[in-house]
Nanobody, 115 residues
Framework: VQLVESGGGLVPPGGSLRLSCAAS????????MSWYRQAPGKERELVAV????????DYVDSVKGRFTISRDNAKSTVYLQMNSLKPEDTAVYYC?????????WGQGTQVTVSS
């Protein structure tokens, strides 16, 4: 099983980034896919989730209206479009796959929002 994140980097406040997470080794379409983030000295928090049934989504309040999670089951990839980025969005962003008690994590990608 592999989850490989990409798309992180340094962006000024107000900028945009799109993160990607390419999955392999499991039946992607049957798993809920999530993005988490962890800032220095803070706990890892759930940012957004897209469910495998119906494709419904949910977001933490701090990113609603700015971030959009989506999935492409044909490509086994989940995306996180991040707009209007703020310095407080700076963190390592992790992709997670979950189905019941089974869960997998990616290695993370750094997002830094700074002028």
């Amino acid at each position: 099983v592999q989850l490989v994140e990409s798309g992180g980097g340094l962006v000024p406040p107000g900028g945009s980034l799109r993160l990607s997470c390419a999955a392999s080794g499991f039946t992607f379409s049957t798993y809920a896919m999530s993005w988490y983030r962890q800032a220095p000295g803070k706990e890892r928090e759930l940012v957004a989730v897209v469910y495998n049934t119906g494709g419904s989504t949910d977001y933490v309040d701090s990113v609603k209206g700015r971030f959009t999670i989506s999935r492409d089951n044909a490509k086994s990839t989940v995306y996180l479009q991040m707009n209007s980025l703020k310095p407080e969005d700076t963190a390592v962003y992790y992709c997670r796959a979950r189905r019941g008690v089974i869960g997998y994590w990616g290695q993370g990608t750094q997002v830094t929002v700074s002028s």
